[in-house]
């Protein structure tokens, strides 16, 4: 083999969870010239190893980064593949992670590894997205208005239907949908002409004008979706 691997896996010992942790391999190129590597990944999606490709001198080394983030409680177990020109080896990767109130092995409260090789690197925080807040957002909504009168969740489409033509009378909601597109074309137009004054605009605009005349004197919301109408006040 042309690399050897320092230690021969990548042992983390027991960890605590919610910390990312990261240990360091060294990777000695054993041959007598130049030689290239390159690493497959761990399948893990909570593992990865952090280096440097290049070439590396006969005698000298280079450092792996072997990084986990110990989300919760468990045995995790890997391997990294060492690909160079002529061979290729794997690397074990070890993790045991445990929670707080652990009954397996508990942890002195400055004690976050058994293997005092291994740093702390960062915590893992609570994931948040934003379509998750909207989608909480929305849930609070459904379950705050729900029986209220006049509410319209929780209506059957009929319903809902119905109080659609009761807002938009002699306008379906397709046609609704196309002003709203209308609309936008529009606002892309003028935007456009901000920045080259020789810009043609087209028929859009009357277009809109012919598509909104059946709204009987509703007003549109400003940059419409497809959906937002209000009655004129």
């Known amino acids: 083999a042309v690399f050897a691997c320092m230690p021969g896996e990548a042992d983390f010992g027991v960890v605590k969870a919610k910390l990312v942790y990261r240990l360091k391999l060294q990777l000695l190129n054993t041959g007598v010239d130049y030689a290239k590597f390159r690493l497959k990944q761990p399948k893990g999606s909570n593992l990865s190893v952090i280096y440097d490709p290049a070439q590396v001198a006969a005698g000298m080394s280079v450092i792996l980064t072997v990084e986990v983030r110990a989300r919760g409680p468990g045995m995790i177990e890997d391997a990294l593949q060492v690909v160079s020109e002529v ?71 009929s319903a809902a239907a119905q109080s659609l033509a009761d807002v938009m009378p002699g306008m379906t909601l397709g046609e609704l949908q196309k002003s709203g597109k209308l609309l936008r074309e529009r606002n892309a137009t003028v935007e456009q002409k901000r920045f080259d004054p020789d810009a043609q605009e087209d028929d859009a605009l009357s277009k809109i004008q012919h598509s909104m005349g059946k709204m009987k004197g509703l007003g549109v919301l400003k940059g419409l979706t497809g959906y937002g109408v209000r009655k004129k006040l």
């Open 87 to 157: 061979d290729s080896f794997p690397v074990a990767i070890r993790v045991q992670v445990v929670g707080d109130g652990s009954a397996d092995v508990s942890l002195p409260d400055d004690v976050y590894s058994t293997n005092p090789d291994v740093e702390v690197s960062g915590v893992i925080e609570k994931s948040f997205t934003l379509s998750k807040s909207r989608a909480e957002k929305a849930e609070k909504t459904l379950s705050t208005t729900a029986g209220k009168p006049g509410s319209s969740h929780g209506r059957s489409g």
